[in-house]
């Protein structure tokens, strides 16, 4: 008989989105005359630009013909795309190399995955609340995780403690659940940290797109020496509405080089490359010319309409929050809304009163981890005339 | 300083395919006016059907606006498509529950990620000569490797040894790289074998789609009992010219249940279920329509029109093979014909024998595996032309 992969019994389940589901359809069969307005899913809902749709048509026009057709490509993306990538970078004022990048099909992929270049024996630092992947994949390979609590105290941006040592630290900023966003001199600090401790931070920036203030860093590597101590895991999910199109990309710089316990020399970016050139056969060409175009300055112009729609929304979600005195953090810099559960209510019960009160569907933040358990997540993806309506509801509920 | 994986330390380098454009290059640069035939690769050349490319811009226009635009889909995949897929097992006389197919973005990602599934003490059986990602995925997490020799003898379809206890068993049928295709009487030994060992065969069937004989089973679930111990990895790849286009799918069946050390039983189902889900985001839903499509009945009759252009290939250089009296596997029902080198040349000498006497460049069998030293992979992936411009030098070359 097989032994399995035990691990995947230490695995809680994951009941957050289910139970929402669940309560949600109990709302709706027993007042089938009141329509919920959704405001808890982290998915976009505007179609993809137009000069994407025309990237896509004419790629699959390529695919079309025997001159044109491309098969395998290579297994860490066409070069045109990667260097599209690169070209975005530069113009936030970020150095990144080409050959560097890595194209995939998505962050969660690439975030999930990153864990089979580690050992077993590594001190892994988490943030609590978190996205739930990090502490999945690293609990699935048996790795043990030490959380670093965020909360309203650090304004949910924990930074180092210089009496721990840690090998791993995950970062996402801006942040999912919280929308919470390091400044520069945060990212230096844990930068620095890494440095001092020869740590590794895996550095999620898959919202950097709604970074509205260009003096905060849209990328690790707009800190220097972060190319020594981080690799950085990006999506076009938000920054062109790719959730159903798939494609993200992971920055591996070739200086993460580590010694082994043998003294040999091993390098990260060498490793993700045979990882990849193993267990992934590269992003499908399509997706990758639709991807070429979102990083060009036309593409990301008008990816950009979208982005600003949506942060039209976060706005008016996080002025209601101000007006009606209820602490709240992101909204900004970020499409997520992290609001403190009013009047004592725990996360669940404030999910309920939204519910009944206003039928308004939001995400508890207690799914998120421990220091989630009196927060409540709303996001900005909705349409702007259901947001305004939720929000006038929200007003007329906690008004003073 | 983070603990890295040192297992990647292991990996033999695979030198075979840049060794092979090293030769090559060399050649070509010393002898510009002799054009080479290229029927080493295992890549189609074919575009994509017609059918099949209409599927691509109609799911293209759905993205385009907000009434049909799709976001993030289900991680195992759209009904609709596992649907199609499970009506293209039943035409073939198999039943598949839909619910039990994962929709992925290739076999190759499948195969080399199904190591998460299992513990890291099995007895791991994998025939030599080999497809490298089973080694190379297996070597990545530590595991050990038991090889099983495939060679002239058993027509390199090898078949358990019933005193030899194993616990995981790979089998690609038809087989990549010798095209040898296992009967049913073999696999229901293979099938058998497991179920009284409690083994999982790990059963790839990405080349069913060349099968032309109705007795040959394409499917291990074509065999009694596989249900209870085989997972099957199948492709677009080869059944659609989807090497550039990226899908691919994986059977787990509910019926893999299995107890841990504890006691408890584990479904590998729902463990795939939730690794899937946790550390991949669905296949795009561009390329799910386009998959949709392909297996519809006009969609693989469509398709079969690329597989028969290329078994007309294979067939030619089978026919060669048999006048010229070289002994040879395959290219009956798989692209790939895997020849004894001639005159006691082994895999390298016969590369360079073909390069420099006939310009056609095909795969040493050495870069598969011990037994493939004396043995050379041509693949029917080429244009008829050339294939006969090949076969006709064939001839020339080596007729007593």
């Given amino acids: 008989m097989p032994k399995l992969n035990e691990n995947y019994l230490k695995l809680e389940n994951n009941y957050l989105f289910a139970e929402i589901a669940h309560r949600t359809a109990a709302y709706s069969e027993a007042h089938p005359d009141k329509p919920l307005i959704r405001l808890g899913i982290g998915d976009v809902t505007k179609p993809l630009s137009d000069i994407v749709v025309k990237a896509l048509h004419d790629a ?15 297994e860490q993306g066409y070069e045109a795309t990667r260097k599209a990538i690169a070209g975005y970078y530069e113009r936030n004022g970020v150095s990144v190399d080409a050959d560097d990048i890595f194209i995939s099909d998505g962050a969660k992929s690439d975030t999930g995955n990153i864990t089979d270049m580690f050992g077993h024996d590594n001190v892994i630092l988490i943030p609590d609340p978190v996205y739930p992947v990090y502490v999945d994949s690293n609990t699935m390979c048996g790795n043990q995780i030490t959380y670093i609590s965020a909360n309203a105290e650090n304004d949910f941006l924990p930074l180092p403690n210089h009496d721990q040592h840690v090998d791993l630290i995950y970062i996402c900023s801006p942040n999912n659940p919280t929308g919470a966003c390091y400044n520069k001199e945060q990212l230096k600090e844990w930068v620095d940290y890494a440095l001092e401790n020869e740590a590794v931070i895996l550095f999620d920036s898959a919202y950097e797109a709604f970074i509205s203030d260009p003096e905060l860093p849209r990328s690790i590597y707009a800190i220097e020496g972060a190319k020594k101590c981080a690799i950085e895991f990006c999506s076009l999910s938000k920054t062109a509405g790719f959730t159903g199109t798939r494609c993200g990309y992971t920055v591996v710089p070739k200086e993460l080089v580590f010694k082994a316990s043998t003294g040999e020399e091993m390098s990260i970016h060498n490793m993700w490359n045979r990882r990849q050139s193993t267990k992934y056969n590269g992003t499908a060409y399509i997706i990758q010319k639709a991807a070429e175009v979102v990083f060009s300055e036309e593409g990301i112009n008008e990816c950009n309409q979208n982005i600003e729609y949506y942060k039209k929304n976060a706005k008016l979600i996080a002025d209601t929050m101000t007006e009606l005195g209820i602490r709240f953090y992101g909204g900004h810099h970020s499409p997520y809304i992290w609001f403190e559960c009013p009047n004592g209510m725990d996360a669940w019960e404030c999910f309920d009163y939204l519910l009944n009160e206003i039928q308004v569907v939001g995400t508890p933040g207690a799914g998120f981890g421990e220091n989630g358990k009196n927060f409540f997540r709303l996001t900005s993806f909705g ?7 939720a929000m006038k509801r929200f007003k007329s509920l906690f008004a003073k």
């Fill in 383 to 389: 349409n702007y005339e259901n947001t305004v309506e």
């Fill in 60 to 74: 699959v026009d390529d695919m079309a013909s025997a001159e044109s057709f491309h098969g395998y490509g290579p």
